[in-house]
């Protein structure tokens, strides 16, 4: 056995390393194998050998037979089958040597035969060797296998079984973890915007992946919940009324209508509040998503999507709705609100269709009350801020369309009829003081630019100035206390037109419900509660809108790399200049050669794309 007892030329092990005694004394002084000396107490040593030593290339190991001297000592059949240094390094080497002494230790804190300490070795079983082996050699496997897929990697491709390394690269592009040992490795960023540009860079991912609603944590999938049946209540019918659902071709959630009876307006709303009660499945998931997702290649529904089949108005020969029967005077005040549960019989037509019949009635009647509406609104103050807005759709074989939206006088008629609703309903709520989802939006007041009216004789009209208007604009906040919204005009306004696809309209709507038949209705601080969870995650839904339009934008650059269209420069700082490109309905930055005017009109060609990183580079074309 070793005795603790430390003279100079010891071999003595000191933090899993071999050191050699220079000095002994109540501290030792030991040599370090990276040739330093320090000063250390004996409790912080193991004697392995007295010595001499004089040096570290006297360590060399020797030739022994480690398997024959473990199958002795693990057959030996003694109970307690542990030793020392010393004689496990005589049946190995044959003899203790300070070469046999370190290369025994070496094997012990190897731990695969033997483990413990210098002065009690232990001796493993067959079966926990065999395990260490197992072990090892799968280490070994794995590492292989990582470093092939590392060079892989390096030469731009990836196998099959690479995909067990690439879903973590997958989660961080999608934001659903911080880090990535690939990614390390290969001296890269742990970033979500690197790892999907790594994954375009392999092919492992193409273009038409958009990581930003998982991103932004959003759900991708509408939602799986099964539907009551709609409950017989008494509905006022108002089928033989003309119903008009007016909106975008390719809508496919139809939420609202318009009719005219005499001078008395009706804006029939889906009547999406008689299948979801207040705190069923369906409103605590609508209330989780907010509102619906809408991306250029599909809908995530906050709502099934069976919500849109069953009470999409014109969708059916008759729909149920919940109408609003708006009343105004000469002045286009409104004098009157009658909402009704009801029954109606919807045409549903384009903007198109409708302009091109906007002399014909009842168009043409429906026409000149919204305008005066929009001309009351006008001189409260209301802002009318056209800037270029586009549809991006992408079809089953992954292509991006791009279309214009022109401003047409049928827009403006449904976008009136729809604010007079909204209005309406505040000043409804604020009359039987029922706690209500109000919207308003601060003034901002002499920082916007006097005339922001865009009817201007200019090729896209006066871009510069809706710019700057836009860019003053606060931002508009829901509450449960009325107030004026500035942008639109008006001191009182609440949504309650679109319960399909925003959850504190169905909000709305279950309030009012419950209003018009005498139930309990929701406290105002529920209703605060409804309110704080929605605007929370409806942000979420807003920037993954944003996001995700951008992403198609950029993929319909490069599926079309020779794409030319004008840009209307809308504000310049220093050299530089914001321009605005109505075709994309995209907003971008470049480098200003000469000094033009506001509102000046260039052919601008696309550069370069970086999809990963939501850029696009453009510059001028020269004639």
């Not at 050699?20 to 990276?34: D, Q, S, T």
């Not at 030996?76 to 390094?89: K, M, N, R, T």
């Not at 003309?242 to 609202?256: E, K, L, S, T």
């Not at 922001?452 to 003053?472: H, S």
Request: hydrophobic share 40%.
């Amino acid at each position: 056995m070793l005795e603790e007892k430390f003279k100079q030329g010891s071999l003595v092990l000191y933090k899993e390393k071999p050191a050699l005694v220079k000095r002994a004394g109540e501290k030792l002084e030991i040599a370090l194998r990276v040739g330093k000396r320090i000063r250390v107490r004996t409790k912080d040593v193991a004697l392995l050998h007295p010595g001499p030593v004089f040096g570290f290339n006297e360590l060399e190991p020797p030739e022994g037979d480690i398997q024959t001297a473990w199958e002795l000592l693990l057959n030996a059949g003694e109970d307690d089958q542990s030793c020392d240094l010393v004689e496990v390094a005589e049946l190995i080497y044959g003899e203790f040597t300070p070469a046999s002494a370190w290369a025994t230790w070496e094997l012990v804190h190897e731990n695969l035969y033997f483990t413990g300490t210098p002065d009690a070795v232990s001796v493993r079983s067959q079966r926990e060797v065999a395990g260490q082996i197992a072990a090892r050699e799968a280490k070994e496997a794995a590492a292989l296998a990582w470093k092939e897929f590392m060079q892989r990697i390096a030469d731009g491709t990836y196998a099959l079984q690479d995909e067990r390394y690439l879903r973590e690269v997958e989660e961080l592009a999608y934001g659903s973890r911080q880090d990535s040992r690939v990614m390390r490795d290969l001296g890269r960023t742990e970033h979500p915007e690197t790892a999907h540009a790594l994954l375009l860079e392999l092919g492992y991912w193409d273009n038409t992946i958009d990581p930003y609603p998982r991103r932004f944590g959003l759900p991708t999938a509408s939602p799986a919940l099964d539907l009551p049946d709609l409950q017989d209540e008494s509905r006022e019918d108002l089928t033989h009324l003309q119903a008009f659902a007016i909106d975008d071709r390719d809508n496919v959630d139809p939420d609202d209508a318009i009719s005219l009876e005499g001078n008395r307006l009706w804006v029939h709303v889906a009547d999406v509040a008689a299948l979801v009660s207040v705190d069923s499945p369906l409103d605590m998931e609508a209330r989780s998503r907010g509102a619906n997702l809408y991306l250029p290649d599909r809908t995530v529904h906050m709502l099934p999507a069976e919500v849109s089949t069953r009470m999409g108005l014109g969708l059916s020969d008759r729909s149920p709705a919940l109408s609003f029967g708006i009343d105004m005077d000469p002045d286009a005040r409104i004098t009157n609100l009658e909402i009704v549960p009801s029954w109606v019989s919807v045409q549903r037509l384009t903007y198109e269709q409708v302009e091109e019949r906007m002399d014909e009635e009842p168009f043409e009647a429906l026409g000149r009350i919204t305008q005066a509406y929009r001309d009351r609104r006008r001189e409260n103050g209301a802002l009318f801020i056209d800037l270029p807005e586009v549809i991006l759709r992408v079809g089953a074989d992954g292509k991006v369309s791009v279309r214009r939206v022109f401003r047409l006088r049928s827009r403006n008629l449904v976008q009136e009829a729809m604010l007079m609703a909204g209005e309406a309903s505040a000043r409804y709520a604020m009359q039987f003081e029922l706690p209500f989802p109000y919207a308003a939006q601060e003034s901002a007041g002499d920082a916007v630019p006097s005339e922001a009216v865009l009817e201007q004789p200019l090729a896209f009209g006066d871009l510069a100035r809706a710019f700057a208007a836009r860019n003053v604009q606060k931002s508009a906040r829901v509450g449960g206390i009325p107030a004026p919204h500035a942008g639109i005009g008006l001191a009182a306004y609440a949504r309650v037109t679109s319960p399909m696809r925003r959850y504190l309209d169905l909000v709305a709507h279950q309030q009012l419900r419950a209003h018009l038949r005498g139930d309990q209705t929701l406290g105002e601080g529920e209703l605060l509660e409804r309110v704080g969870a929605s605007e929370a995650v409806s942000r979420l839904v807003r920037g993954a809108e944003r996001r995700s339009r951008l992403h198609w934008t950029l993929v319909y650059l490069l599926q079309n790399p020779e794409w030319c269209g004008p840009a209307v420069l809308v504000k310049k700082f220093g050299s530089r200049g914001k321009f605005i490109l109505p075709d994309l309905g995209l907003e971008i930055q470049i480098h200003l050669r000469q000094d033009p005017a506001l509102n000046s009109v260039v052919e601008m060609v696309v550069k370069e794309v970086i999809l990963a990183e939501l850029e696009a580079y453009f510059e001028i074309h020269e004639l």
